[in-house]
């Protein structure tokens, strides 16, 4: 019998329409996607300010497709970077590269945006790092280091961590609004006030900022654009992982339009992101938006819903540490030390010091996993940032609060 010989082109037709991604097909609106930086793209902003402009409009209920960034900037190579000793990273100044802002019509300050994830689609490359910027290296002896994953629908896998598989539960780090100007100088002022007491602060930098003409070394308001490293009252760098496709995300309308960025996708991360970084990288995003007129208070930071099933570790079997805030006499924990109290150093337990136990527990699975699996420290380091839980335990048994860190075994896919 002759073939037909419309049959290519019927099939070409068919995968046209059924082989390109559902968000492709079903996005009303997209936004980003232009240039190899962010620098090039007119709708990639990596500063939060009131001034910044809408980079797209949206009706509520709208589906918006936003092609995102991973939070450096980086156009990776997994067989370049894969000895897991250097990273390609060219300035600090470019985290993170967020898709926005877009204005929701009909949204006026005071409301609450309510902001539905409805698909993730993950980038091929992903990558780790482990540096001084994460909560625990000096406790567990960790040295810098960066190492690049290989990423499909179902897994990661990385060179520098053989034996070891992490299920995909993507999720962006980053979902925010705008600030107003009112809530801008509150920022400001208070987050100055505890970098002149010696605290930890990212201040405003102009580096490499974007949009430059307005934070930039020449913008007009580069000493007020904020760093996106922090979380703050209307969302931003939250980094939870529980915020996955099926989760809706209640923020703060704080400008006219409320102006919606996205940005940080992760692969996966544990509750902690302890090294600084989970699984980085670019991604694209499905949301829908819904205006809420006297919606709830959000004046503590964003509120989120969603499936329970969210809450599970990715893992049958799990094995777990426990911390305490108790220390050696004579140290005085880093994060304390600009306070400069002189009783600290002395006491060898502190009182309801919920974060000296949570990095007690962290450094107990570090111990763990690197003598039940063999990887070095900074691998096992990384291990966690990834794919470890650092929960609380108790919040009232003073002195001693306790924190737990949980690990799920079946990330392990062979001995070593």
Same mark, same amino acid.
């Given at each position: 019998?002759?073939?037909?010989?419309?049959?290519?082109?019927?099939?070409?037709?068919?995968?046209?329409?059924?082989?390109?991604?559902?968000?492709?097909?079903?996005?009303?609106?997209?936004?980003?996607?232009?240039?190899?930086?962010?620098?090039?793209?007119?709708?990639?902003?990596?500063?939060?300010?009131?001034?910044?402009?809408?980079?797209?409009?949206?009706?509520?209920?709208?589906?918006?497709?936003?092609?995102?960034? +991973? &939070? =450096?900037?980086?156009?990776?190579? *997994? #067989?370049?970077?894969?000895?897991?000793? $250097? !990273?390609?990273?060219?300035?600090? %100044?470019?985290?993170?590269?967020?898709?926005?802002?877009?204005?929701?019509?009909?949204?006026?300050?005071?409301?609450?945006?309510?902001?539905?994830?409805?698909?993730?689609?993950?980038?091929?490359?992903?990558?780790?790092?482990?540096?001084?910027?994460?909560?625990?290296?000096?406790?567990?002896?960790?040295?810098?280091?960066?190492?690049?994953?290989?990423?499909?629908?179902?897994?990661?896998?990385?060179?520098?961590?053989?034996?070891?598989?992490?299920?995909?539960?993507?999720?962006?780090?980053?979902?925010?609004?705008?600030?107003?100007?009112?809530?801008?100088?509150?920022?400001?002022?208070?987050?100055?006030?505890?970098? +002149? &007491? =010696?605290?930890?602060?990212?201040? *405003? #930098?102009?580096?490499?900022?974007?949009? $430059? !003409?307005?934070?930039?070394?020449? %913008?007009?308001?580069?000493?007020?654009?904020?760093?996106?490293?922090?979380?703050?009252?209307?969302?931003?760098?939250?980094?939870?992982?529980?915020?996955?496709?099926?989760?809706?995300?209640?923020?703060?309308?704080?400008?006219?339009?409320?102006?919606?960025?996205?940005?940080?996708?992760?692969?996966?991360?544990?509750?902690?992101?302890?090294?600084?970084?989970?699984?980085?990288?670019?991604?694209?995003?499905?949301?829908?938006?819904?205006?809420?007129?006297?919606?709830?208070?959000?004046?503590?930071?964003?509120?989120?819903?969603?499936?329970?099933?969210?809450?599970?570790?990715?893992?049958?079997?799990?094995?777990?540490?426990?911390?305490?805030?108790?220390?050696?006499?004579?140290?005085?924990?880093?994060?304390?030390?600009?306070?400069?109290?002189?009783?600290?150093?002395?006491?060898?337990?502190?009182?309801?010091?919920?974060?000296?136990?949570?990095?007690?527990?962290?450094?107990?699975?570090?111990?763990?996993?690197?003598?039940?699996?063999?990887?070095?420290?900074?691998?096992?380091?990384?291990?966690?940032?990834?794919?470890?839980?650092?929960?609380?335990?108790?919040?009232?048994?003073?002195?001693?609060?306790?924190?737990?860190?949980?690990?799920?075994?079946?990330?392990?896919?062979?001995?070593?």
């Amino acid at each position: 019998m002759k073939a037909n010989p419309s049959l290519p082109a019927i099939r070409l037709f068919l995968c046209l329409i059924l082989c390109l991604p559902v968000t492709s097909v079903m996005a009303d609106i997209t936004v980003g996607g232009d240039g190899e930086m962010c620098s090039e793209d007119s709708a990639c902003i990596n500063r939060l300010h009131p001034d910044i402009p809408m980079a797209a409009r949206a009706k509520p209920g709208e589906r918006i497709l936003m092609i995102g960034r +991973d &939070a =450096g900037d980086l156009n990776i190579d *997994p #067989d370049e970077f894969a000895s897991g000793n $250097s !990273s390609p990273r060219l300035s600090f %100044g470019v985290v993170h590269p967020l898709t926005g802002p877009v204005y929701i019509e009909g949204a006026e300050v005071g409301d609450v945006l309510a902001v539905t994830i409805e698909n993730i689609d993950p980038g091929p490359v992903g990558w780790t790092s482990a540096s001084a910027f994460g909560f625990a290296g000096v406790a567990v002896e960790s040295e810098d280091r960066f190492i690049v994953w290989r990423l499909n629908d179902d897994y990661a896998v990385s060179d520098d961590l053989p034996g070891v598989r992490i299920p995909n539960a993507s999720f962006p780090g980053v979902v925010t609004t705008m600030p107003g100007p009112e809530q801008l100088q509150q920022v400001l002022a208070r987050e100055q006030q505890l970098a +002149d &007491a =010696g605290g930890a602060v990212f201040s *405003p #930098d102009p580096d490499t900022a974007e949009p $430059s !003409s307005l934070c930039g070394a020449e %913008g007009t308001k580069s000493a007020e654009c904020l760093r996106t490293i922090p979380p703050r009252e209307f969302g931003g760098n939250m980094d939870i992982r529980y915020m996955r496709e099926g989760v809706t995300i209640y923020l703060p309308c704080l400008v006219e339009g409320c102006g919606l960025a996205i940005g940080d996708f992760h692969y996966a991360q544990g509750d902690g992101e302890v090294s600084g970084t989970a699984i980085e990288m670019d991604a694209d995003i499905t949301v829908t938006t819904r205006v809420i007129k006297d919606g709830q208070d959000l004046s503590h930071g964003p509120h989120y819903a969603g499936p329970s099933s969210m809450l599970s570790i990715p893992s049958e079997r799990f094995y777990a540490t426990t911390g305490f805030p108790l220390k050696n006499a004579g140290e005085v924990p880093p994060d304390i030390a600009y306070l400069a109290s002189a009783k600290v150093a002395e006491l060898s337990n502190l009182s309801k010091d919920i974060n000296l136990a949570a990095q007690n527990a962290l450094v107990a699975m570090i111990d763990y996993i690197v003598d039940e699996y063999g990887y070095d420290r900074t691998q096992a380091y990384m291990i966690a940032s990834v794919a470890v839980d650092i929960r609380i335990g108790q919040l009232v048994d003073v002195p001693n609060v306790g924190a737990t860190a949980i690990l799920p075994l079946d990330i392990f896919q062979a001995p070593r």
